[in-house]
């Protein structure tokens, strides 16, 4: 289906393209074109032993990112959808890429780099044969705050602008263990340099390992859910991550990837007896180590331990002694819900995918404003002119300009009022039953007459000569999205 977003600004891509000054400015704007037309790139970033690359597996479903401090680690790596295994290695101030061989002897990718150091290498792009990396490209990044200056900095380049170049991830996932004065450093300085240029990042937080804020507990996924509701609730960091969503990474991949054998394993400590499991569970230390009548090895404890950590092991044993679960397809499913992933995955989906086409336009507008910004291209005021017109005439870009505006205070609005606009605008998923603030489920005609009950608010507001300049901006793009709600479902006469 014809999209005149994105064909116009592929034609005006490919029309500065042909009259680009320079091979570099070309190159980019052959690089914008096609970026338009791929998949969304998703940049995993937090700080060091965050748990990205744990995440980065549970979200594939396969263990591909290695999650130890190996040489790879420190190097951004791309993961891409491809027709067959493939690793390529950029070198720094090269453009072109050198295959390499590759192993998984220990279950990760290990990359053979060749003669060169990890400090010599641009990026590393892994190409596989998954379904789950169709509609997003991930690009899992070194660690920030390493004790390596120049680690650190691999990952700002990504995220962020670099010698006035336009960032080269379109959204970010945020992992944090709790909120520490550089999480919110590091996510303001990335937000102050796409503001610049007219980019605002797409961030969502993720409250990594969860499952240590609640100490383990059985309800230790309830107490992180209320520190992100708490972190959520805060206005500096709402305007920078408006979704925080607790997970434990570690739990999510053993579930997504768990084995009959291990169910075996778990079931025996279920069936065991309560009081010496119950002993056994207390800590680590005493699961690993202490001698007891369970019919488990210390080699099957630690096992266990690795794979699922201490809350995993507790609450695997409960669901399967309470009857919750009867085998190790019941425990996966119950586990990756309880382990925060499916609600991650519907973030992603809500926050990112549905609204992927407008990211990545905002993305190529960068690219091509930046270079006829510094003159790279004939025609350039022709150029400018078209872009400005296109800007300004999509809808889309009114409303992620007017959502960072509303996040960043700049909309003044009655305090009821602020959700729903951040709702209509977009900024809890594109579809019609999440701007509206209905169930996913609403009938067409619920979504109507929601519709309808808020356009004539939004219209009083926009026409009301005591709202300020920007509430009007923001009020008429509000009634245009809800015009648009009604006229799509408004039924069409027979």
């Known amino acids: 289906m014809a999209d005149p977003l994105v064909d116009n600004l592929t034609a005006l891509l490919d029309r500065a393209a042909s009259g680009a000054r320079t091979e570099d400015a070309r190159l980019r704007l052959v690089d914008a074109r096609d970026r338009l037309a791929g998949p969304l790139r998703l940049a995993i970033a937090g700080k060091v032993k965050a748990g990205k690359s744990t995440l980065l597996n549970a979200i594939l479903g396969d263990e591909l990112a290695p999650t130890d401090a190996g040489e790879c680690t420190k ?81 700002q380049r990504v995220l962020a602008a670099d010698d006035g170049r336009v960032p080269v991830a379109d959204a970010v996932l945020y992992l944090m263990r709790h909120t520490h004065a550089s999480d919110v450093r590091f996510l303001e300085s990335f937000h102050d340099d796409e503001l610049a240029h007219g980019t605002p990042m797409n961030s969502v937080g993720v409250l990594s390992r969860a499952d240590e804020i609640g100490a383990c507990r059985l309800d230790a996924m309830e107490t992180a859910d209320r520190i992100a509701r708490r972190y959520e609730a805060d206005p500096r960091l709402r305007r920078l991550c408006p979704v925080i969503v607790p997970v434990n990474g570690l739990l999510a991949f053993a579930a997504t990837t768990l084995r009959e054998v291990e169910y075996a394993m778990l079931a025996t400590l279920a069936r065991s007896e309560r009081s010496e499991v119950e002993q056994l569970l207390l800590t680590a230390d005493r699961f690993l180590h202490r001698s007891s009548g369970v019919l488990l090895t210390e080699i099957e404890r630690e096992h266990l331990m690795d794979r699922m950590g201490l809350f995993g092991v507790r609450m695997s044993v409960e669901l399967i002694r309470a009857g919750y679960v009867t085998s190790a397809i019941e ?30 336009a905002r993305s190529a507008m960068a690219v091509l404003a930046d270079v006829l910004r510094n003159d790279g291209c004939a025609d350039r005021d022709a150029l400018q002119t078209a872009a400005e017109q296109l800007s300004a005439s999509t809808h889309e870009f009114e409303e992620v300009r007017l959502l960072s505006a509303l996040r960043s205070g700049s909309i003044e609005v009655r305090p009821e009022r602020i959700d729903e606009l951040d709702r209509l605008l977009g900024g809890s998923g594109h579809s019609a039953s999440a701007r509206l603030g209905l169930p996913d489920d609403a009938t067409g005609e619920e979504i109507r007459a929601s519709a309808l009950d808020s356009l004539l608010t939004w219209q009083r507001l926009a026409e009301h000569p005591l709202s300020s300049r920007q509430l009007k901006m923001a009020a008429r793009a509000a009634t245009r999205t809800l015009e648009g709600l009604v006229a799509a479902y408004t039924p069409v006469p027979s």
């Open 75 to 155: 190097i951004v790596t791309w993961y891409r959808e491809g027709t067959t295994p493939q690793v390529t290695v950029f070198p720094q101030e090269r453009d072109e890429g050198v295959i390499r061989p590759w192993s998984r002897e220990s279950g990760a990718l290990e990359v053979d780099l060749g003669e060169l150091e990890a400090g010599e290498v641009d990026r590393i792009e892994v190409d596989w044969p998954t379904s789950k990396l169709r509609e997003l490209t991930i690009l899992d990044t070194p660690g920030i705050a390493s004790i390596s200056a120049d680690i650190s900095a691999r990952t």
């Open 331 to 360: 425990l996966s499913d119950e586990l990756i819900q309880r382990s925060g992933l499916d609600r991650l995955r519907s973030v992603l989906t809500r926050q990112f995918e549905q609204r992927s086409r407008v990211l990545k």
